[in-house]
Each structure stands twice: as structure tokens, then as C-alpha cells.
């Protein structure tokens, strides 16, 4: 079955401690991003990528950093210079760059806590 | 500041009345709109969307009207089901740099079907 993959789904993180979520898709799509949510706020947008070996800063993309070396991957750093990273993370996927498609597609999520 | 606003929060419904979820926009460049449901500790899927050559589409029990010189949307959903309770996003889009839609989401409005 074709979608998207986040793991952990649960993750804790340590005072000045680096971590990393993960974000696998097999729906061949083009277009990746990272969203942030925030206990009754929206979707925050942090990070994105359109195609292979680019990205770009989205809204809150201070503390945050990301690659996308492959297609199917897209994941996401949580450094130490973010202060506040407790939150319910969101990797989407696009279909196409370019093209007047707007629906996102949705992991299930990462919960990360500090501890 | 918020592009894009969901001015109520929460929202209780009797089940087999109608759910009326509001969205008002400030960026007269989006063109396309879409609706997200969410249920704790998913992501968001998409419900229904809404193009601004339009100012209704209907899918079932959903249906989303489109005022552009309000700059307001809703999304009504007849009958309501306790199925429906979840959080809904309101979102927008536009083409953002000749390389895509990115997408603006509203704060989200909780939607609780009592049995």
C-alpha cells in the first residue's frame, strides 16, 4: 500500500540533545513537507522541499534542519537551539511541483517530548 | 498574523443536526480550498475542497460554500454523526513561487457529535 511513513511515533528528547524524525513516502511524489502542531493551534509549516537536494525555510523553521537526499525521504532534525520542540509533528507529501494540486497528504505523526 | 482564521475553536453538535464550521481568509491571492479532518494523534486527511471559480461543491454529507467578497467559507455537514468528532482544518492555497501551492491552514475547530 502506497503512503506515508513517520516513526517514531513517540520520541523524547534531552536537554541540548539532537533528534531526528523520520518521513519515508512510496507515492512517488514530488513535493515534502513538515508541519508543526501546537495544543489547539494549527499547522505551523517548518520546513519544505520540492524536488531532491532543495529545500526551503517555511513559518518557523528556526532550530529545525532537514536533507532530502533520496525521493522517498524527507527528515527532520530537532536541534538543541529549539527551545520549545514539544509538539505533534507532521510530515505531508505533493504530487506534483508545478501543478495546480493542492491536496496534501498526511503521516500519521511524531509526538516529541522533552524530558 | 494569521491568514487564515477559524474565529470558533470548538463547536457541540446534536447527532442528525447540521454542523456549520466556519473559515474567513485575508489573501485575496488564494484560489483554492480545501478542508482537513483530524483525529487525535493522526495526521489530518483530506475531506473536500473548493476551487474559487466556484462557490459550492457538495460530497455527501459535506458541503463547502465559498463567499469571495466575504472572504469566508463553511463547511456544512448534514446529517452529523458522532463519527464526525474530530478537529477540522481550514486551509487555502495559492501558487507560491512558480514552484507550487503551499498551503495556509486555519487553527482548526474542534467538532464534538453528541449521541
Known amino acids: 500500500d502506497g503512503g506515508i511513513t513517520q516513526s517514531p511515533k513517540y520520541l523524547f528528547r534531552k536537554e541540548g540533545q539532537n533528534v531526528t524524525l523520520s518521513c519515508e513516502q512510496n507515492l512517488n511524489h514530488d513535493a515534502m513537507y513538515w508541519y508543526r502542531q501546537d495544543p489547539g493551534q494549527g499547522l505551523r509549516l517548518i520546513y519544505y522541499s520540492q524536488i531532491v537536494n532543495d529545500f526551503q525555510k517555511g513559518d518557523i523553521a528556526e532550530g529545525y534542519s532537514v536533507s532530502r537526499e533520496k525521493k522517498e525521504s524527507f527528515p527532520l532534525t530537532v536541534t538543541s537551539a529549539q527551545k520549545n520542540p514539544t509538539a505533534f509533528y507532521l510530515c505531508?507529501?505533493?504530487?506534483?511541483?508545478?501543478?495546480?494540486?493542492?491536496?496534501?497528504?498526511f503521516g500519521s505523526g511524531t509526538q516529541l517530548s522533552v524530558l | 498574523d494569521q491568514q487564515v482564521k477559524q474565529n470558533s475553536p470548538s463547536l457541540s453538535v446534536q447527532e442528525g443536526r447540521i454542523s456549520i464550521l466556519n473559515c474567513d481568509y485575508t489573501n485575496s491571492m488564494f484560489d483554492y480550498f480545501l478542508w482537513y479532518k483530524k483525529y487525535p494523534a493522526e495526521g489530518p486527511t483530506f475531506l473536500i475542497s473548493i476551487s474559487s471559480i466556484k462557490d459550492k461543491n457538495e460530497d455527501g454529507r459535506f458541503t463547502v460554500f465559498l463567499n469571495k467578497s466575504a472572504k469566508h467559507l463553511s463547511l456544512h455537514i448534514v446529517p452529523s454523526q458522532p463519527g464526525d468528532s474530530a478537529v477540522y482544518f481550514c486551509?487555502?492555497?495559492?501558487?507560491?513561487?512558480?514552484?507550487?501551492?503551499?498551503?495556509?491552514f486555519g487553527g482548526g475547530t474542534r467538532l464534538m457529535v453528541k449521541p
Open positions: 486551509a487555502a492555497s495559492w501558487v507560491y513561487n512558480n514552484a507550487g501551492n503551499m498551503l495556509t
Open positions: 505531508a507529501s505533493q504530487p506534483q511541483r508545478g501543478q495546480h494540486n493542492e491536496k496534501l497528504f
